[in-house]
């Protein structure tokens, strides 16, 4: 390992930094860690706290540098200079003139003429036929003895910069924007196990190199890099879309990056669709109280996630298809049951069945609350209005296995009330008259059997939904509605706000017009 060595410098110098390196077997050092290389920047001072010293006067001895242009992709913005070896040996802190790519563009003050800053060295001069100078924007300065072969060998951009330049042995980066990765990059030329020495990153570091390697033309370490965040989870959102975003930038490239991809785009197009109805199924078929519970709270949130994105509009018709069929058959299972327990030979054995018709049932409330998150909940509205088959059957069973059933009528009202469905005029006259009477006829034990049954809510969305039809419907369904309310009290909805908006709208209002018509004009 290196030494560290410090020297003294004047107002305006440079202050050079020989850190730790290792030596690989060919000499050269092994890229630094990137606590080892923070570590060497931590002495320098501020750059508020010292005034710049004024710039040394141009003299005519020195050099002009060539400038070379860089390629036509840059992911990470710097310059390139071509200096002779005369100047990168003469004085190491200060690095050659340079004239910028754009001709008109002023030059950057030299390394000398800044405040004090920290040049770091690596490498080792003797061993090495070449230097290259990194001239990162904070002011510091990194030199590094290097081989000409290896920067050939391994970075496509070196390689054509100095085969324009055959007896080159001094090349220069200006504007370095991340000199700690252009540093730790040149280092993993020389590694012979890079995807070893990559496992020691964080996902937000890889990116960084791999900013910096397409940059470079590192062939082999953006493999490498694309292996590791193949393989690596990623760690929240904000860093998949990072990410993402890197990965979607090279296969513009023409970079293959679909192992990368893979993991948040499938291969087949139908997916979405499948995905979910295999969901669904395995969903509604569960018998696991918590597992089904749970589930069915993640994959609610999540489609309503999906249905607040625009993205989703195309293919939300091929998701109501496939929810209306799964709420089919579940329409048909009830029947089923129903017609089974309504049998005089039905068994004694009576506590799987019970159980079934609440998974039905508590399936199809599942499925019309996705309906109406996805305000596609008419069809529902209509099929359930069409199953008087069901309904009829509905007075035949004991309550303590009917009631489920009421929940989905209740619910329906409640949605048709708030405005969140909104099934035709004929559809609304069939569901109440297919299942209002019905509902009725569960409410004492809604109140005190149902946990989830909210009397307050359903109450007010029969009474709205009520107040839709035309005056003679509401009229019809609110008398029948009083001799319910005058026999059980307590075990029927009450109404009494929708009997009054039906009252006004039938004694009240048409006698206020008859008097204001009665009335001579002024």
Known sequence: MGDIRHSRVEQGQTKIKNVPIAVTPEGFWCCPTPVGFQKSLKPQNPLNKLKPSSPPPKTSSQKKAVSVSERKTVPAPSRLVVSDAQQCNDDPERPPPSTSVPAQRTPK???????????????????????????????????????????????????????????????????????????????????????????????????????????????????????????????????????????????????????VLKRVSPDFSNAPKDTLSHIVELVLKSNEERGRREMKSIVLKLLRENNSLPSSSGSADLCNDMINKSCRNCMDSLLCLFNQVAEPSFSDNKEPVVKHIALEADNLSWLLEILVDKQAAEDFALMWANQQELAALHGKLPIAFRYHVSCISGRLYVGIGRGEVLPSKNTRQLLLQTWLQPLINDYNWLQHGCRSFDRKLVEEGIGRTILTLPLEDQQSILLSWVGSFLKTGDGCPNLQRAFEVWWRRTFIRPYVEGQSNAMPDS
């Not at 020691?200 to 493999?223: A, H, M, N, P, Y």
């Open 109 to 259: 003050p030299k390394l000398e003429s800044l405040p004090k800053k920290v040049a770091i060295e690596f490498g080792e001069p003797g061993t090495c036929d070449m230097k290259l100078l990194l001239l990162g924007k904070q002011g510091f300065c990194v030199k590094l003895s290097v081989h000409r072969d290896v920067l050939i060998e391994k970075s496509s951009f070196f390689a054509d910069k100095l085969s324009e330049q055959s007896g080159l042995s001094c090349l220069q980066v200006d504007d370095c924007e991340d000199v700690e990765i252009y540093v730790e990059t040149v280092g993993l030329m020389y590694c012979k196990e890079m995807k070893q020495r990559l496992m020691k990153q964080s996902v937000s570091r890889i990116l960084r190199i791999l900013k910096v390697t397409e940059f470079l033309g590192f062939s082999s370490c953006i493999q490498s890099c694309l292996e590791y965040l193949e393989a690596v989870p990623w760690n929240g959102e904000e860093e998949e879309e990072k990410v993402i975003s890197t990965i979607l930038r090279l296969q513009g490239e023409g970079i293959g990056v679909n192992p």
